[in-house]
């Protein structure tokens, strides 16, 4: 009956929650799932889960700008003795941003122009990454209560295309302001690391964690409709390190399967649930 309920709610946890640094998750959870389905007491195991993330006012370098992504995947991996969770990460996500770009001069023998004002909204492109999960250190503090310190650290490759983006450009010499179609590309890796400290009591398990993020990448706009040519703008985006901290919770419906609930602060401000069951 419990992995019947578990499979009902899977997709309930997809749709209902909305969280862009990537989840960075409890490190107890590999460790304390020591029963599998499939795999028993062995400590070698499958885990795999699912998860939707939610991210905004993301903080990018030299930008002001209004950034929200969400993403929907799954997690899939092979847990080592039950210290060690290594997976891989692949869903589909869509950006949403709002931004102005300055004093835009497009090198021709016309007046600059200045990109006021953009608006993008893609489509759901596909995105993929790897990790690792390992407890550094445990203590059983009575029985069924644990502490942990572990890290978790993650790579993500994010790319998206859309041709269905607003732009309104401000001729600087003339103070003529039109709106205009155009295309947006954007391609980053993103990077994060960090420390979480884990206690676990029974069946819940809150945590804490501090994390370092890096993105480093570029994008690029093209407005195909101006009528002194076409504008081609190219720029950056990157993070360089920012730090923040996650706090969550996770809750054991059974020895094979938990559910998860994760926020993030400082860097990004972000919402996270999960699902994950040991096999």
Not at 211 to 239: C, H, K, M, P, Q
């Amino acid at each position: 009956m419990k992995y019947f309920l578990c499979f009902i709610f899977l997709p309930i946890f997809v749709i209902a929650n909305t969280a862009f640094c990537a989840q960075v998750g409890n490190i107890s959870d590999p460790a304390s799932l020591s029963q599998g389905s499939i795999s028993g007491e062995r400590p070698y195991a499958l885990m795999a889960g699912i998860e939707s993330d939610f991210v905004s006012d993301k903080r990018f370098n030299e930008q002001t700008n209004n950034f929200k992504f969400n993403f929907y995947g799954m997690k899939i991996g092979s847990i080592i003795r039950d210290r060690l969770y290594v997976y891989g990460i692949v869903g589909v996500g869509e950006i949403k941003d709002k931004k102005s770009i300055y004093d835009y001069d497009p090198n021709r023998d016309v007046a600059d122009v200045r990109i006021n004002y953009v608006d993008i909204q893609t489509g759901q492109n596909m995105v993929f990454g790897a990790g690792i999960t390992a407890i550094m250190h445990e203590e059983k503090l009575d029985e069924d209560v644990f502490f942990r310190i572990g890290f978790d650290a993650k790579y993500r490759r994010i790319s998206f295309d859309s041709n269905n983006v607003r732009v309104n450009l401000t001729d600087n010499a003339t103070g003529a302001v039109q709106d205009y179609n155009a295309s947006y590309a954007m391609n980053v890796n993103e990077f994060q690391g960090a420390i979480v400290a884990s206690y676990q009591y029974e069946k819940i398990a809150p945590y804490i964690g501090y994390r370092i993020s890096d993105w480093n990448g570029e994008e690029e706009l093209v407005v195909n409709s101006f009528t002194a040519g076409n504008i081609n703008y190219n720029g950056s985006l990157e993070t360089n390190g920012q730090k923040g901290y996650c706090i969550g919770v996770t809750y054991y419906i059974s020895k094979a399967f938990s559910i998860g609930l994760e926020g993030r602060e400082r860097d990004e401000r972000a919402l996270n649930l999960t699902a994950q069951m040991r096999f």
